[in-house]
């Protein structure tokens, strides 16, 4: 009974489908960033300059996460050869 509870707070694999969502998600933060980053800079108006910063934190913070999840899970990837 131990060994299955066990089992299931074990970090298992990603699948290559959860890994291609996980990486176009990360892709899809950096173009936010980059256009949150970009309107801010080029803007004159304040509310729409802090706005722009507070949503790019946000998002700067979702890939960090992202990140750190492909990090932690990087040990559990089946090694393929190259």
Do not use: G, W
Request: hydrophobic share 30%; glycine share 0%.
């Amino acid at each position: 009974m131990q060994s299955t509870s066990m089992q299931s707070t074990q970090m298992q694999p990603l699948t290559r489908k959860e890994l291609d969502y996980i990486s176009d998600s990360i892709s899809n933060e950096d173009l936010l960033i980059k256009q949150l980053a970009a309107t801010a800079s080029i803007t004159q108006n304040p509310t729409v300059r802090q706005v722009c910063m507070q949503h790019l934190q946000s998002h700067t913070n979702h890939m960090s996460t992202l990140t750190q999840l492909i990090q932690q899970h990087q040990q559990f990837a089946p090694t393929q050869p190259q």
